[in-house]
């Protein structure tokens, strides 16, 4: 029934280095797409909010990446450092309804010093 | 600055109790929104307020489950008659003026383990 797909489901990369994780969609018609950081026992946190026109955002060492007519969308994470451990959920919202927000199930990114 | 506060943090219940479950959203947000997170899940929705309207509640599993913001601030949900599949973290989050344009701020969360 989900939606929204997102990949690797965990990853464990070590400080320092960059990873990219991937979200995809079927949800339609689409409105914006949402990265969130969640740390463990913490509610989720906005990262960068893109619309249907939008190909990539940056917010400080996270870019977001959208191709809406592949509908993927990818959170690139440079140089990790240990406080980017967390989980990454893609958000696809098609509006309407407030159930219109589909979260997918997220990555688990562990970073080891 | 005050973001949106969930109490309690941690709730046990045995099977067939009522619970209670608070959330604070951030002052001026008109739109409250409450989700189920289950371990190692994404959050899925329960129900939506705008202001006191309580505009979709879809999401509730089960007559059990009972939302309500009767003043369009603070919003309790309410689960009768606990079963173990009930145990989730319960996240609140608020917004802005709409939902989709803004981003939502999300509470810690409360944790429900239902014994």
């Known amino acids: 029934k989900n939606q929204v797909e997102q990949s690797p489901q965990s990853l464990i990369i070590l400080e320092g280095k960059n990873c990219t994780l991937q979200?995809?969609?079927?949800?339609?018609?689409?409105?914006?797409l949402r990265w969130y950081k969640q740390d463990t026992g913490r509610g989720p946190v906005s990262l960068t909010i893109?619309?249907?026109?939008?190909n990539t955002k940056s917010n400080g060492r996270y870019t977001a990446t959208l191709d809406a007519d592949t509908k993927q969308s990818s959170l690139h994470i440079t140089a990790s450092q240990l406080s980017d451990s967390a989980s990454y959920i893609c958000?696809?919202?098609?509006?309407?309804?407030?159930?219109?927000?589909?979260f997918g199930k997220g990555t688990h990114l562990i970073i080891q010093p | 600055g005050a973001g949106v506060s969930q109490s309690p943090r941690y709730k046990v219940a045995k099977r067939g109790q009522d619970v209670a479950l608070r959330c604070d959203p951030i002052s001026g947000h008109v739109s409250l929104f409450w989700y189920q997170q289950a371990l190692g899940q994404g959050p899925e929705f329960l129900t939506y307020f705008q202001n006191e309207a309580q505009l979709d509640k879809s999401g509730l599993p089960s007559d059990r489950f009972f939302a309500e913001r009767p003043e369009g601030s603070v919003s309790t949900l309410k689960i009768q008659r606990t079963q173990q599949e009930d145990s989730a973290v319960y996240l609140c989050a608020s917004s802005a003026v709409g939902a989709f344009g803004s981003p939502l701020h999300f509470g810690n969360g409360t944790r429900l383990t239902v014994t």
């Open positions: 893109m619309t249907f026109s939008e």
């Open positions: 979200c995809n969609y079927t949800v339609s018609p689409f409105s914006n």
């Open positions: 958000v696809v919202i098609i509006g309407g309804g407030a159930d219109g927000l589909t």
